[in-house]
């Protein structure tokens, strides 16, 4: 099995003039493994990079990608130890409160630019009771005035828990969603992807495709349907590194998974702590703290191009 | 951990406290590509105990050092 290897160093200058340092690991999993079956085998080799992480003394690390949703029905604190290292728990962070901080911020400006008014709109949360998803729902529910909030996912008993946290939502399949939707924010992972017949969806209509992998701007190609990818930061800072120009980034240099930059946040700001960790921990208050941070330092939600 | 003690050697800030990033390529068509596109097409064939990090690895070194 490939071991983990930290194969770059990133120097990164906030807004600030604040200037941190970092290290990629990579953890040679595949999402495949998840498709075929090798769930042990994936955990294996994110825990393997956990910890290949604090043994390099890093003091707080992302997880990106797969590596948080495999943990999301894993409870890691049944491995305490990794051969010789004992896991510190909380010099990790899902990166899922900044995540879903920048896919609120993203339905709120994007919907703007689209001209469409949230007191009217109806917005799917394909994926509502994952992490991400509920704590959406929950920043939807506190801090906008959206008209109705479609309730998407699979087992129904946590949807149902959901609805009753947000005294509002209704639950509906992901066929009978799509077409009421004025907004779909998609937060839901799966290794295969999904098919969506997009003359189903309404127009116009804007799609953020917060899940991974990112599929849903080659597959969906509508009229007035816009994708925007979710969870994705911008930013003009000075970020020393070479691993983003081959992660499937639109702009390498300006661009970032918001789950790699709350690791960024945690450090400006040495907050040394599992900041987002488990399911459905993430509340509005957490997200506004991380939100605040972000902000200050110079990130800033991905958008849709402007018109030509 | 090589490619670690080479860094440092560059790096003054061997004590400071620092962030770390755990990432994956998203897919073994993804690391096959990545392989051939960094010159390494002895790679691109393997399956999902994928080596592609190993010319990864090297192409960082070489584009860090130029």
Redesign the interface.
């Given at each position: 099995m490939a071991p983990p290897q930290i194969v770059d160093s990133i120097t990164v200058k906030s807004m600030t003039g604040q200037v941190i340092h970092g290290k990629y690991v990579e953890s040679c999993f595949l999402p495949e493994m998840l498709a075929t079956q090798r769930v042990k085998s994936a955990t294996r080799k994110i825990i393997n990079a956990m910890a290949h992480a604090q043994k390099n003394a890093i003091d707080i690390t992302a997880l990106g990608g797969f590596s948080s949703i495999i943990f999301e029905n894993f409870n890691l604190e049944r491995i305490t130890r990794v051969r010789d290292i004992e896991l510190n728990i909380r010099r990790f962070t899902t990166g899922n409160t900044h995540t879903a901080y920048i896919i609120c911020r993203q339905i709120e400006q994007a919907s703007a630019q689209m001209g469409l008014d949230l007191s009217k709109a109806t917005i799917a949360v394909c994926g509502a009771t994952g992490d991400i998803g509920s704590a959406v729902c929950r920043w939807l529910d506190a801090r906008t005035d959206v008209d109705e909030l479609l309730l998407v996912a699979r087992n129904q008993a946590r949807l149902q828990e959901l609805q009753a946290e947000l005294g509002r939502g209704k639950i509906l399949d992901l066929e009978e969603a799509l077409p009421l939707a004025d907004i779909v924010v998609w937060v839901a992972s799966m290794p295969k992807g999904v098919e969506i017949d997009p003359t189903v969806l309404k127009a116009p209509c804007l799609m953020i495709d917060g899940g991974y992998p990112k599929n849903l701007s080659t597959k969906i190609q509508a009229p007035n349907v816009c994708v925007l990818n979710g969870g994705i930061v911008e930013h003009s800072l000075d970020i020393d590194w070479h691993i983003m120009n081959i992660v499937n980034m639109d702009t390498p240099s300006r661009q970032l998974f918001a789950c790699f930059a709350e690791a960024m946040l945690l450090e400006f700001e040495q907050w040394h702590t599992n900041f987002s960790w488990g399911r459905n921990q993430i509340t509005v208050d957490k997200m506004e703290q991380i939100g605040r941070a972000s902000v200050k330092h110079g990130f800033s939600p991905l958008l849709l191009p402007p018109l030509p | 951990m090589l490619?670690?003690r080479e860094?440092h050697l560059d790096?003054p800030?061997i004590d400071?406290?620092?962030?770390?990033?755990?990432?994956?390529?998203?897919?073994?068509e993804?690391?096959q590509f990545?392989a051939r596109?960094l010159g390494y097409p002895e790679y691109a064939d393997e399956g999902?105990?994928?080596?592609a990090?190993h010319p990864?690895?090297s192409?960082?070194l070489l584009?860090?050092k130029a």
């Open positions: - | 490619l670690v860094r790096s800030q400071i406290a620092m962030f770390g990033l755990i990432g994956h390529l998203t897919s073994l993804h690391a990545v596109d999902l105990d994928f080596g990090w990864l690895r192409w960082i584009q860090s």
